[in-house]
Nanobody, 127 residues
Framework: QVQLRESGGGSVQAGESLRLSCAASGYTFSNNWVAWFRQAPGKEREGVAGFHTISGIPEYAGSVKGRFTISLNNAKNTMYLQMDTLKPEDTAVYYC????????????????????WGQGTQVTVSS
């Protein structure tokens, strides 16, 4: 059974940093499509960062490019999202997502590309 579990969310001031983690069980991130999404109240789920863990160059949403970094530790089977220079508009619930044996011809930052999701972790940035 595939399970993804996020951690590392919290409340910070604008300009500070957070690192989110996504640990997997029943699944290996290696050689798969993976991504981070976020959803603010009243808004649609938005792709933040994603890549193919073997062959892909990370893709980022324009609103976070240069501030967020997606990475993977294969030994720990854990994916990360380093978030620097946080802004109040980054406030949202953040989800990690993974594609496991799903043939989905969707863009890297489209929710349609992923069939496994974590439960989400809240990030709140105050000004």
């Amino acid at each position: 059974q595939v399970q993804l579990r996020e951690s590392g969310g919290g409340s910070v001031q604008a300009g500070e940093s957070l690192r989110l983690s996504c640990a997997a069980s029943g699944y290996t991130f290696s050689n798969n499509w993976v991504a981070w999404f976020r959803q603010a109240p009243g808004k649609e789920r938005e792709g933040v960062a994603g890549f193919h863990t073997i062959s892909g160059i990370p893709e980022y949403a324009g609103s976070v490019k240069g501030r967020f970094t997606i990475s993977l530790n294969n030994a720990k089977n854990t994916m990360y999202l380093q978030m620097d220079t946080l802004k109040p508009e980054d406030t949202a619930v953040y989800y990690c997502a993974a594609n496991f044996q799903l043939k989905a011809f969707a863009s890297i930052l489209s929710p349609a590309k992923y069939n496994y999701w974590g439960q989400g972790t809240q990030v709140t940035v105050s000004s």
